[in-house]
């Protein structure tokens, strides 16, 4: 009797050594995130580039770099941004106010480069720039473009001019006084197009996803919750999900699922204690200089959760479909 409980006893232990050395081999493959900051060519445009001094319309394809400035505060800046790791639809970059952790909604945006181009810039004598309220403004419209593009052509990579756009006070008949930046020419431009600018909503700009990463900047996805962690693994003719070889094209759907979410609105600035999330999702890169990326989900209210991508939270995700999610994985799993 006390040999057979020897036994079971000595069976148990090694079941037990068995699991936790899984577990431990599991962790030790886990990989810290290299979470890389994301320049913006904007303020150099701002230093660098000659600043257009004519009242030239602006070509909306040959735009490259956004900024509206209002009190002292960027309110919104978007600039095109080639960079490795990104489709060359995701080369723009919102980087106010959402430091370049969106994807940008393109066709939204040049809309609003439209409204841009659309500005007509009239002139108007005997009226100085302190009585249209332009000297001291707090309030300016920056716009880098390629000065030669043209209307039939794709936008070029390079800005090659600039323009700082001061507006000043209402002339109280649909316009707006305005001069640029240096020049002494007081303008009026139309009131509605500037007020459409001025009145910008970022989040209007932006795909209503938390993250956009191609599958083949990855490496490997590490997925946290509770106690639980996983990790999807791909190489050349490879695909794994926890050591466990799979189809290429499994690999791919359920990938897929974990993109698969949608932005349900943003989110209210409040100062948070901390807090641990209920879901982490890592996507380790297979590229160098190409930064890593974070998504993680915090409760919120009944309804949402609060998405953080790299530390930045900014919007809200459906509750309910991060709970689909997180069912999703244990039967992947």
Request: with cysteine; aromatic share 10%; hydrophobic share 35%.
């Amino acid at each position: 009797m006390r040999r057979k409980k020897s036994v079971v006893i000595l069976f148990v232990i090694m079941v037990l050594t068995w699991l936790l050395s899984g577990c431990a081999s599991s962790a030790n493959r886990l990989q810290q995130p290299q979470i890389r900051v994301s320049n913006h060519h904007l303020e150099a445009w701002r230093q660098n580039l000659s600043q257009d001094q004519e009242f030239s319309t602006i070509n909306a394809k040959g735009i490259r770099g956004l900024s509206v400035h209002k009190d002292g505060e960027t309110i919104f800046a978007v600039s095109y941004e080639p960079r490795q790791g990104k489709q060359s639809f995701d080369y723009w970059d919102i980087s106010s106010p959402y430091h370049s952790q969106v994807s940008v909604n393109t066709e939204e945006l040049y809309d609003l480069f439209d409204s841009v181009a659309q500005m007509r810039f009239q002139k108007i004598e005997g009226i100085s720039l302190q009585e249209a309220g332009i000297s001291g403004s707090t309030v300016s419209i920056f716009v880098a473009y390629n000065k030669a593009q043209n209307s039939n052509a794709q936008g070029a990579a390079e800005p090659t001019n600039a323009r700082i756009i001061q507006i000043g006070a209402e002339d109280g008949q649909g316009h707006y006084y305005a001069a640029i930046k240096d020049s002494e020419q007081v303008m009026l431009v139309d009131q509605s197009f500037v007020d459409l600018i001025l009145n910008v909503e970022p989040y209007q700009y932006i795909l209503k996803i938390p993250v956009l990463v191609s599958v083949d900047t990855i490496e490997k996805v590490q997925i946290l919750y509770g106690e639980k962690q996983h990790i999807m693994e791909q190489s050349e003719n490879t695909w794994k999900m926890d050591d466990k070889e799979v189809s290429q094209e499994d690999f791919h759907t359920f990938y897929g699922e974990i993109l698969d979410m949608m932005l349900t609105g943003e989110r209210e600035k409040i100062a948070e204690e901390e807090r641990t999330p209920v879901l982490t999702v890592q996507y380790i890169r297979n590229m160098e200089q190409v930064s890593d990326i974070e998504v993680k989900y915090f409760p919120y209210d009944e309804q949402s959760m609060s998405v953080s991508v790299n530390g930045e939270e900014n919007f809200l995700v459906d509750k309910k479909q991060v709970q689909t999610l997180l069912d999703h994985i244990d039967k992947w799993f």
